[in-house]
């Protein structure tokens, strides 16, 4: 099986369709979204489903990301971020299992497991927004973003094949993008170690990563794991495909798209 893993998509609806309808091109038929995706954003109206509504309600982005997942009759599944709505993925009702569906997109909370083709995958999303006081309460920020020790527990110990997060583990060297105030850096990295004690305990093969927007392929020290951070959305470097019979990991090619740059 092929699986398209794409990092942050921060509400590019262009972005986003374009990607979908090449990984449909392409004959994928699954893609897994690392958080900062931006669906069910408070002005996209959403409504949950209900008896008179089954299927819930949604316009602008999470409406042309749902209709694009439709028609390419792809499985689309998705972790949280830091920016994403946690108030409102929290309301969403669960299947057994843990993950819950609406529109065609399936989220997967901090601590579920699941199987695609036959391999272990575990979710653990979140992150700490380093521009959090330039956001608004409940309207781009949730105080839910940050990684805790509870979702650390609740992903448990028993080994996994591949790890999902939005969050880089504390025991890679990163290049920051930006330049962070020592209080935020503080705080980012605390949500890093509880992503690499997720790590250490799970030791999957293979790791994917998002939200520090830059792409990079690295060897965890200390570990069996090769962790690949995605970059963000309209850089080449956004998405990969992940073979699920060999766990390799191959570069996502697709046709060029409007504003797409080479990785930084």
């Not at 369709?17 to 090449?22: D, L, R, S, Y």
């Not at 999470?62 to 390419?72: E, G, H, I, N, Q």
């Not at 689309?76 to 299947?95: Q, W, Y």
């Not at 650390?152 to 890679?172: C, I, N, Q, Y």
């Amino acid at each position: 099986m092929k699986i398209l893993i794409t990092g942050d998509w921060h509400r590019d609806a262009h972005w986003a369709v374009e990607t979908i309808k090449a990984a449909h091109q392409q004959g994928i038929q699954h893609l897994i979204h690392l958080g900062d995706l931006g669906a069910f954003w408070p002005t996209d109206y959403p409504e949950l489903p209900s008896r008179e509504n089954p299927l819930g309600r949604a316009y602008g982005f999470t409406r042309s990301v749902a209709d694009a997942v439709r028609a390419a009759k792809l499985r689309f599944l998705f972790i949280d971020g830091n920016n994403d709505n946690h108030e409102f993925l929290a309301r969403l009702p669960r299947r057994r299992g843990g993950s819950a569906d609406m529109m065609g997109l399936t989220y997967v909370p901090r601590g579920t497991r699941f199987r695609l083709g036959g391999r272990r995958f575990g979710a653990l999303g979140g992150a700490y927004s380093v521009d959090r006081a330039q956001r608004r309460h409940h309207v781009d920020w949730w105080p839910e973003e940050d990684v805790t020790p509870d979702d650390v527990r609740r992903l448990g110990s028993k080994p996994l094949d591949v790890l999902l997060a939005h969050e880089v583990p504390s025991g890679v060297g990163l290049p920051f993008p930006y330049r962070l105030h020592p209080d935020a850096a503080a705080v980012a990295h605390r949500s890093r170690e509880f992503v690499q004690a997720a790590l250490d305990a799970t030791q999957p093969q293979q790791m994917f990563s998002g939200h520090w927007h830059q792409r990079l392929t690295v060897d965890v020290p200390g570990t069996k794991t090769a962790l690949h951070v995605l970059d963000k959305q309209r850089r080449a470097g956004n998405s990969v495909v992940l073979d699920t019979k060999t766990l390799g990991v191959e570069p996502f090619i697709r046709p060029a798209a409007a504003g797409q740059t080479a990785p930084a």
